[in-house]
């Protein structure tokens, strides 16, 4: 463990083996942090904020801060991230909001500089967040998701597994799993074949994939009839399966779906 003299830590902080800590870095009596992590110079960390091991925190993020709501009161809340995460640059991450509620991300995510994860949120695992990303509070990312730069995301939304949101966009509704989305406000544009490929999808599945996504966003159905259709026409998969339970359950893609002029 090594402690830069001119850092700040609370006696009752846990430092585990190996961790870091640089200069001028403020560390709160109710963190714990994993072995192995490095927290850079003019990192604040405070509230009841767990992180994993072997994560790598750069110049000035701010983690475990209190939520932006106008309801919370000091009640106890946490944050808690996962292993092997590298948070860039002056990242803002706040605790939850709410009796026990706790923010919690996953693990081996790249959050990019400057980008904000709010109260209550949701982060899974294998993630990017491009620069400048802000996260509104209670918000859902599932695995292997990827935000660009600049976007916005609107309160209770959720990003589905291996979706890509494209730079700029404004997200105000639910973006299915395994789509590419762009625009203000996002609309679905095609399938994230790239996404899809890197985690190894097999071809035969994307096509399947590419199909329901014609269905879906490039007929004229509406949300039933193209649900129906898929479970009629297309060969079920993991993933196949995956994208229409979403769609079932998420009131808002169906409005996506029924506002997207296909």
């Known amino acids: ?10 006696s009752a902080a846990e430092i585990g083996e190996g961790a870091e800590i640089g200069p001028y870095a403020v560390i709160g009596g109710d963190v714990i942090i994993g072995a192995g ?8 960390i405070e509230g009841r904020t767990v992180i994993g091991r072997n994560c790598v925190i750069h110049t000035g993020a701010a983690l475990g ?16 991230i996962g292993d092997d995460n590298e948070i860039r640059e002056y990242v803002s991450i706040h605790r939850g909001a709410g009796e026990d509620g706790a923010t919690i991300v996953g693990d081996d995510n790249m959050l990019m500089a400057y980008s904000h994860i709010g109260h209550n949120c949701r982060i899974g695992s294998h993630i990017m967040l491009t620069n400048y990303a802000g996260i509104s509070g209670h918000v859902v990312i599932e695995d292997r998701a990827g935000v660009g730069g600049m ?30 989305v762009d625009g203000r406000p996002a609309r679905p544009i095609g399938l994230n074949v790239l996404g899809l490929r890197r985690a190894g999808v097999p071809a035969d599945t994307r096509d399947s994939l590419k199909r329901a996504f014609r269905l879906l966003y ?18 079920d998969s993991e993933y196949l399966g995956y994208l ?6 998420s009131g808002m893609a169906g409005r996506q779906l029924e506002h997207a002029g296909c």
């Open 65 to 80: 801060g209190p939520p932006q709501d106008r309801k919370y009161e000091g009640e106890p809340t946490s944050l808690i």
């Open 244 to 249: 229409v339970e979403f769609m079932r359950h």
């Open 218 to 235: 490039r007929s004229n159905l509406n949300l039933t009839q193209a649900l129906d259709q898929i479970a009629a026409e297309i060969q």
């Open 1 to 10: 463990m090594a402690i830069h003299p001119t850092a700040v830590v609370d």
């Open 37 to 44: 992590t490095r927290i850079g110079p003019h990192v604040v």
């Open 151 to 180: 976007v916005g995301v609107h309160q209770f939304v959720r990003i589905g597994w291996l979706a890509m949101v494209g730079g700029y966009s404004k997200v105000a509704q639910d973006v299915p799993p395994f789509m590419l």
